[in-house]
């Protein structure tokens, strides 16, 4: 029993540590804001955003696997899960980003960003 435990905590730390680089390196992104990333377009959206919008994924996928035992489940129920979230994730990002785009262009003459 004492073994379960053991790889329990270290499961726990090494889900800690990977959380912990990819929120570190989205907040080192945050503050720098490279030009090459923040200045221009891809689909519509900076590469800065796309690189939050996908670590921020990857984030949510591990602490699924990790924390939701997704790993332990029948193959079916993980992909059930999964992509139904990646899906609704996506839509409400593409619905985001399409009203917050024609909020923008429709106030900018009106209000001062």
């Given at each position: 029993m004492a073994h379960a435990h053991e790889s329990n905590t270290k499961r726990i730390w090494v889900v800690l540590i990977l959380l912990t680089v990819i929120t570190t390196v989205e907040v080192i992104f945050g503050i720098i804001k490279p030009p090459s990333l923040h200045l221009t377009t891809f689909f519509g959206i900076s590469p800065?955003?796309?690189l939050f919008i996908i670590l921020t994924l990857v984030k949510a996928y591990?602490?699924?696997?990790a924390f939701?035992?997704?790993e332990g489940e029948k193959k079916?129920?993980?992909r059930s899960v999964v992509w139904t979230s990646i899906f609704l994730i996506?839509?409400?990002m593409t619905l985001m980003l399409i009203e917050g785009s024609y909020l923008y262009s429709t106030l900018s003459p009106l209000v001062k960003w």
């Open positions: 800065l955003n796309w591990y602490i699924a696997w939701m035992h997704l079916w129920l993980r996506c839509y409400l």
